[in-house]
């Protein structure tokens, strides 16, 4: 669309105001709301933030310590350039679009997590591939509004739906089904496809299944769908949260599932089973596994999922249709042939995973990296040492990417360094500014800071 | 001699590096091999913890409360400063924790050592003394960063003590001049020092 494109179908559309949107390193989903004349005037330059869009924490505390990419100076401005292809009416009057960040030279910011999966997939393209995806939303959704479950420092809330066990329950009380109908019926009107919702394992917890798609239009529908989920929630005066874990109850993931498609259709079949692309992407997602931890689990929080037996990997490894190991290879259908990626927790930025997991595949495929040997059986409870286990910390997961020689061939260098600037600061903020003891279970620390904002 | 667990916790590698400087003073080293026994230390600011663990020739130091310890107080202003206590390894621990600082200008020279080439860092640090009208330049360049302070407040920042260098900056420990990008190179080379670098 050009410009007066855009100004006409905002008047066809009747719109009043516009939102750009974004995700910053956190995942948390940041913008800005314009007038129309505002946003029409930004569609080339973009939209002026604050380089701490990419420099604050969750606590809105300067993370220093790293060394500062050009783009960082005294609160320098970066632009968010909105991309017209995620044009939407967001709520009557209100439209919305998703953006990318670039510096005031016109360079593409090297942090920015739509940035790094666009241009992952711009290498698939080159590659002559087309890079698919489907993502899991798990969320808890709470009976109170979050105003009380703020004044309650997120503790000793209700569950919406009960307390009954199990999974995939359909016998819930109404205002569970009324919050997840008005999710769908929003979802609908924003035109953000949608392909199911249930019941999930723990009490209160819920699961949303974006359809497959590009990748991008994947991540970005994610993004959208969780702020439907917050705001369809804030409505209806009740709470969500995406943590991880919020209780000792079972975690929450965001397992994300990838194919590489070529003119053939799916690249990843072979009648045989697994294709030699599949066996090659697999090749180079194993090989930086460890390192892509600490985009899987990028928060304190994050690491309580790892129980052994209650559904998250723990061990670094893949298997045929094996949902105990961190990826399951699924095989032998033209259509369906993919890889279920099973490490990222629910806090997780969707767009850092995803161009990780998918840059890695491809750098696999670039360079034939033969996979080890598919994981045979439970990959829970094994003897210790046997298998690598996944990192189980946010320093040991740091120390892994530190050490990871594929990411900042696929990510940069820029990324990768920044990225772990502000992991140590994670770290270094939970044990030095309140947090306490990791062994004593969750913390009133974790909750306050990641509860509304992961 | 001063050993860590695996994936220690800020609190563990800053106590270790304390230790370490300890041991570098001779009657400090010899009070490690004399000192047989554990104490437990519990912030007094906020929920970090750490136990000390001697055997005779060496010290562990591991994050959290021993099972069933009677926790000593751990102050970190000055850093480190042990609660009252009878406790005869508590009262060693007290003397390990806060050993002498050194002078501003080894101080001043380590930190340089450890951080300087490295990305973001000043290509020249200039450090002064504002009791001595003092000055120590390191490198050189026009990629310049000052840091003015009093003799000991120089030492102690940059040797490692306080938990950020950015607190010592924004409470008045120090003052400096240079860019944002720099504050927050120092701020990274002062967690190298302060954990062990």
Same mark, same amino acid.
């Given at each position: 669309?050009?410009?007066?494109?855009?100004?006409?179908?905002?008047?066809?559309?009747?719109?009043?105001?516009?939102?750009?949107?974004?995700?910053?390193?956190?995942?948390?989903?940041?913008?800005?709301?314009?007038?129309?004349?505002?946003?029409?005037?930004?569609?080339?330059?973009?939209?002026?933030?604050?380089?701490?869009?990419?420099?604050?924490?969750?606590?809105?505390?300067?993370?220093?310590?790293?060394?500062?990419?050009?783009?960082?100076?005294?609160?320098?401005?970066?632009?968010?350039?909105?991309?017209?292809?995620?044009?939407?009416?967001?709520?009557?009057?209100?439209?919305?679009?998703?953006?990318?960040?670039?510096?005031?030279?016109?360079?593409?910011?090297?942090?920015?997590?739509?940035?790094?999966?666009?241009?992952?997939?711009?290498?698939?393209?080159?590659?002559?591939?087309?890079?698919?995806?489907?993502?899991?939303?798990?969320?808890?959704?709470?009976?109170?509004?979050?105003?009380?479950?703020?004044?309650?420092?997120?503790?000793?809330?209700?569950?919406?739906?009960?307390?009954?066990?199990?999974?995939?329950?359909?016998?819930?009380?109404?205002?569970?089904?009324?919050?997840?109908?008005?999710?769908?019926?929003?979802?609908?009107?924003?035109?953000?496809?949608?392909?199911?919702?249930?019941?999930? +394992?723990? &009490?209160?917890? *819920?699961?949303?299944? @974006?359809?497959?798609?590009?990748?991008?239009? %994947?991540?970005? $529908?994610?993004?959208?769908?969780?702020?439907?989920?917050?705001?369809?929630?804030?409505?209806?005066?009740?709470?969500?949260?995406?943590?991880?874990?919020?209780?000792?109850?079972?975690?929450?993931?965001?397992?994300?599932?990838?194919?590489?498609?070529?003119?053939?259709?799916?690249?990843?079949?072979?009648?045989?089973?697994?294709?030699?692309?599949?066996?090659?992407?697999?090749?180079?997602?194993?090989?930086?596994?460890?390192?892509?931890?600490?985009?899987?689990?990028?928060?304190?929080?994050?690491?309580?999922?790892?129980?052994?037996?209650?559904?998250?990997?723990?061990?670094?490894?893949?298997?045929?249709?094996?949902?105990?190991?961190?990826?399951?290879?699924?095989?032998?259908?033209?259509?369906?042939?993919?890889?279920?990626?099973?490490?990222?927790?629910?806090? +997780?930025? &969707?767009?850092? *995973?995803?161009?990780? @997991?998918?840059?890695?595949?491809?750098?696999? %495929?670039?360079? $034939?990296?033969?996979?080890?040997?598919?994981?045979?059986?439970?990959?829970?409870?094994?003897?210790?040492?046997?298998?690598?286990?996944?990192?189980?910390?946010?320093?040991?997961?740091?120390?892994?990417?530190?050490?990871?020689?594929?990411?900042?061939?696929?990510?940069?260098?820029?990324?990768?360094?920044?990225?772990?600037?502000?992991?140590?600061?994670?770290?270094?903020?939970?044990?030095?500014?309140?947090?306490?003891?990791?062994?004593?279970?969750?913390?009133?620390?974790?909750?306050?800071?990641?509860?509304?904002?992961? | 001699?001063?050993?860590?667990?695996?994936?220690?916790?800020?609190?563990?590698?800053?106590?270790?590096?304390?230790?370490?400087?300890?041991?570098?003073?001779?009657?400090?080293?010899?009070?490690?091999?004399?000192?047989?026994?554990?104490?437990?230390?519990?912030?007094?600011?906020?929920?970090?913890?750490?136990?000390?663990?001697?055997?005779?020739?060496?010290?562990?130091?591991?994050?959290?409360?021993?099972?069933?310890?009677?926790?000593?107080?751990?102050?970190?202003?000055?850093?480190?400063?042990?609660?009252?206590?009878?406790?005869?390894?508590?009262?060693?621990?007290?003397?390990?924790?806060?050993?002498?600082?050194?002078?501003?200008?080894?101080?001043?020279?380590?930190?340089?050592?450890?951080?300087?080439?490295?990305?973001?860092?000043?290509?020249?640090?200039?450090?002064?003394?504002?009791?001595?009208?003092?000055?120590?330049?390191?490198?050189?360049?026009?990629?310049?960063?000052?840091?003015?302070?009093?003799?000991?407040?120089?030492?102690?920042?940059?040797?490692?003590?306080?938990?950020?260098?950015?607190?010592?900056?924004?409470?008045?420990?120090?003052?400096?001049?240079?860019?944002?990008?720099?504050?927050?190179?120092?701020?990274?080379?002062?967690?190298?020092?302060?954990?062990?670098?």
């Amino acid at each position: 669309m050009q410009a007066a494109d855009v100004r006409q179908w905002l008047a066809d559309n009747g719109i009043t105001s516009v939102q750009v949107q974004a995700t910053n390193l956190d995942g948390t989903f940041i913008g800005k709301t314009l007038s129309c004349d505002k946003f029409l005037g930004a569609l080339d330059q973009g939209v002026a933030f604050a380089d701490v869009v990419f420099g604050n924490d969750l606590g809105n505390f300067p993370i220093l310590g790293v060394a500062f990419p050009s783009w960082r100076g005294e609160l320098e401005d970066i632009f968010l350039r909105p991309d017209l292809g995620t044009l939407c009416v967001w709520r009557p009057g209100v439209a919305a679009a998703i953006g990318d960040f670039w510096t005031s030279e016109g360079d593409p910011v090297g942090v920015c997590p739509r940035n790094l999966l666009r241009k992952v997939t711009a290498q698939a393209a080159e590659l002559g591939y087309g890079v698919t995806a489907a993502v899991e939303i798990e969320a808890t959704i709470f009976e109170e509004p979050v105003q009380e479950a703020r004044a309650k420092g997120y503790q000793g809330l209700t569950p919406l739906g009960g307390t009954a066990g199990s999974a995939y329950v359909l016998g819930k009380s109404a205002d569970w089904r009324e919050y997840l109908e008005a999710v769908e019926e929003r979802l609908r009107s924003v035109g953000i496809a949608w392909e199911a919702w249930n019941d999930e +394992a723990a &009490v209160g917890q *819920v699961e949303v299944n @974006v359809p497959v798609g590009d990748i991008v239009d %994947v991540a970005d $529908r994610w993004a959208r769908t969780r702020q439907v989920m917050r705001e369809v929630a804030y409505e209806l005066g009740h709470s969500v949260t995406f943590m991880a874990k919020w209780s000792d109850a079972w975690g929450q993931a965001s397992h994300l599932n990838v194919s590489l498609a070529d003119t053939e259709g799916n690249a990843f079949y072979s009648p045989e089973g697994a294709s030699e692309v599949m066996r090659h992407f697999i090749g180079g997602v194993m090989a930086a596994m460890a390192g892509t931890t600490s985009l899987a689990l990028p928060f304190i929080t994050s690491y309580r999922r790892l129980v052994p037996l209650e559904g998250p990997p723990t061990t670094i490894t893949w298997g045929h249709h094996n949902k105990s190991t961190a990826v399951r290879a699924v095989t032998g259908h033209p259509a369906y042939s993919r890889i279920e990626y099973r490490l990222p927790g629910s806090d +997780a930025n &969707v767009y850092l *995973v995803a161009a990780a @997991v998918a840059g890695a595949g491809l750098y696999g %495929v670039i360079n $034939r990296v033969e996979p080890p040997a598919p994981f045979a059986g439970m990959a829970w409870g094994l003897p210790e040492g046997s298998v690598e286990q996944v990192p189980a910390t946010i320093s040991q997961a740091a120390a892994a990417l530190e050490a990871d020689k594929i990411l900042p061939e696929v990510l940069g260098e820029e990324f990768v360094t920044y990225w772990l600037g502000t992991r140590r600061w994670e770290w270094i903020a939970f044990h030095t500014m309140g947090g306490g003891d990791l062994d004593a279970g969750l913390t009133a620390w974790e909750s306050a800071r990641y509860f509304e904002l992961v | 001699m001063i050993a860590t667990e695996a994936d220690p916790t800020p609190l563990v590698l800053s106590l270790a590096r304390t230790l370490r400087a300890s041991v570098r003073v001779p009657e400090l080293r010899d009070l490690v091999a004399q000192t047989n026994g554990s104490v437990s230390l519990k912030s007094v600011t906020d929920a970090q913890s750490a136990t000390l663990t001697f055997d005779g020739s060496g010290v562990l130091v591991s994050h959290g409360l021993a099972f069933g310890a009677e926790p000593v107080d751990l102050a970190f202003d000055p850093e480190y400063t042990v609660g009252e206590t009878a406790d005869p390894v508590a009262r060693a621990a007290a003397k390990l924790l806060s050993p002498p600082l050194p002078d501003w200008r080894v101080a001043g020279a380590h930190f340089w050592e450890v951080s300087q080439g490295t990305p973001g860092f000043p290509g020249r640090l200039v450090l002064v003394c504002l009791e001595e009208e003092a000055e120590l330049v390191f490198g050189e360049g026009d990629d310049v960063y000052e840091v003015h302070g009093y003799g000991p407040a120089l030492a102690a920042v940059l040797s490692g003590q306080i938990d950020h260098f950015l607190y010592a900056v924004g409470f008045g420990v120090v003052s400096v001049v240079g860019s944002g990008a720099h504050l927050s190179a120092m701020c990274g080379a002062h967690w190298k020092v302060r954990f062990g670098g």
